[in-house]
């Protein structure tokens, strides 16, 4: 089920705690979505306000996500734009399905609502011990979210009954997807399914960027040197990391765990290649600093049986169909001026921009997404309703 809005904002917030210290600008004077959330709410469904609060907590969430999920490539505005817009679209149609839910009066029972609750707290806990947060209680994860537990409650109970009349339509439209579906898919995208080649290494890295003063890079050399040699002398990798390296996983004695080949630069690789697995590389010199490799794993990558894809396969395609379905539904109301109005007016910061007008005006159809990874953004166009123009 779609996690609630609470527990998305949640996770941002714990997610950002040590990118927030460092942080000094205000971003809603930067950010070209928040400079134009209203100071009411961002839309109305049926006389139902989506506050404004609730949309800054969404899309700072997704963006954080974004973020994760493709490090070291800057969130860009068109970016920032689709992500707007899906979330917009994402609220506006969970207050629909909210609505009808309470129409048919579909109700949780309690017992339900504790047990998700409590299904919901362990997985926060989970994304908070990973984020390299302190082990939290309840207590913390509430206060954290600006939250009552009856909030949270009231949140999930929401997000619940939503996907309950969700599951509900979906059935209704006869949402299924057949063998020969799944088949089709895996043939015809064979490229995507495939598992990439992966590589394991742990790093020790001093910095030394490219503007830095002589002296001072060859007191970075000096120092990835002096690490090394005290590897050769026998102290472990991850001890020296721990105590020297100066890059994101010192504390976690250097290992950047297994990863895609394709997500390491072409130096790092070209250096991996002629290591075996335990084996520690010289000091390597780069634009950046100094870096130090070790080797602990290569796994080739292979192409996933349709047995083993089906699964995923299956899901996505039911995703998309469900989604047909669901926006089939709630267009009865996001077509109809006099249920739904929209104040979040993104068309200013888009008509300032000569540049995003021509990118969103030519861009081609979105991809079709590969199982398992987010969906394509979307085009910059509002959701269908009266705007309030002042």
Known sequence: MRVAVFALALIAVLSSIPAARAQAPNLELMD????????????????????????????????????????????????????????LRMLIEREVLYQEAVARKLTIPQA????????ELDAL?????????????????????????????????????????RESIMKDKGVTVS????????????????????????????????????DKRAEARKKAQDAYDRIRAGQSFEGVAKAVSEGRYKDEGGDWGLLPVSEFPPFIVEAANKLKPGDVSTVIESEWGFHILKLIEVVAGEETSLEKAAPEIRRMLTMKKGSEAIHEFTSKVTANPEALQVFLDLEKQIEARPDLQQKLSTGGPAPEAKPGTPAPEARASAPSGRKRKD
């Open 32 to 87: 070209i979505v928040l400079k134009s959330v209203p100071d009411g709410p961002v839309a109305i469904v049926n006389k139902q306000a989506i506050s404004a609060q609730e949309f800054k907590d969404l899309y700072m969430g997704e963006v954080l996500r974004w973020a994760q999920l493709n490090p070291g490539t800057p969130v860009d505005d068109q970016t920032r734009l689709g992500i707007a817009l899906n979330g």
């Open 112 to 119: 339900e609502l504790e047990a998700k609750w409590q299904e």
């Open 125 to 165: 806990k989970k994304a908070a011990a990973q984020g390299g947060n302190e082990e939290l209680t309840e207590k913390d994860l509430l206060e954290k979210a600006g939250a009552t537990r009856e909030e949270a409650l009231a949140e999930l109970r929401k997000a619940l009954l939503v996907e309950t009349v």
């Open 179 to 214: 063998d020969q579906e799944v088949s089709q898919w895996y043939e015809q995208n064979r490229n995507l399914t495939r598992r990439p080649d992966m590589m394991h290494l742990k790093q020790i890295f001093v910095q030394a960027g490219e503007n830095i003063k002589e």
